[in-house]
């Protein structure tokens, strides 16, 4: 069985650019968190979104947005790029109500 | 953001030695995850506990949940190379809710 998949695996952008990230999680699964991951720290979350609304949102900025689609799947937004969005940016998933979750091998975002 | 406290931050160890961490929480948690993250590489989740005072072996992994539930502590017997990595506690108040990380404990084996 598959498991999370985030695309791309690297990214490279220039301040006051916009990206998008995306995460297909493990079939079965329809929660899906985003985490970002800066260097030296542990995960930081971003948002969680089951049966396609926002079910949670970390103290991020509003230039971070993400939705969930029908299949499940899920894209992270990111307006206005800083220098300080860089970082490794996760997808996890589980089943809704389940405590276990599972992360994909995450985006290197690099602003410069 | 809330961050939990983990402790030690690195550690050098010997192939073949015992590994202990632990990870503290002024906040009561119902899940204790503990994941390993190598470079590049999303953390992999090693151990779940979800009862305080519940002990829980994955080979050579040993984890325990806290019976006051603020806290969890994770053992790695008889230690390998492979063993190298950064280890995460994360901690959840319920099913929904989100993952709260410590800041790793970076491990390294000295064969």
């Known amino acids: 069985d598959a498991g999370v998949t985030q695309s791309p695996t690297h990214l490279i952008k220039t301040r006051g650019q916009q990206v998008t990230l995306r995460c297909s999680p493990i079939?079965?699964?329809?929660?899906v968190s985003w985490y970002q991951q800066v260097l030296g720290q542990g995960p930081q979350f971003i948002f969680q979104?089951?049966?396609?609304?926002?079910?949670g949102r970390g103290n991020f900025p509003d230039r971070f947005s993400a939705r969930q689609f029908p299949n499940y799947s899920s894209e992270l937004n990111v307006n206005a790029l800083l220098l300080g969005d860089s970082a490794l940016y996760l997808c996890?998933?589980?089943?809704?109500?389940?405590?276990?979750?599972?992360f994909g091998q995450g985006t290197r975002l690099t602003v410069v | 953001g809330q961050q939990l406290n983990q402790s030690p931050q690195s550690m050098f160890i010997q192939e073949g030695e015992d590994v202990s961490m632990n990870c503290t929480s002024s906040s009561i948690f119902n899940t204790w995850l503990w994941y390993k993250q190598d470079p590049g590489e999303g953390p992999v989740l090693l151990i779940a506990l979800y009862k305080a005072g519940e002990l829980t072996s994955n080979g050579r992994l040993t984890a325990q949940f806290g019976i006051t539930r603020k806290d969890s502590f994770l053992n790695i017997s008889a230690s390998i190379p492979s063993d190298v990595g950064i280890y995460f506690c994360a901690g959840r108040s319920s099913g929904n809710t989100p993952l709260v990380f410590g800041k790793g404990t970076r491990l390294s084996v000295i064969a």
């Open positions: 979104y089951y049966e396609k609304e926002e079910r």
């Open positions: 079939s079965g699964h329809k929660s």
């Open positions: 996890a998933s589980s089943v809704v109500g389940e405590s276990e979750a599972f």
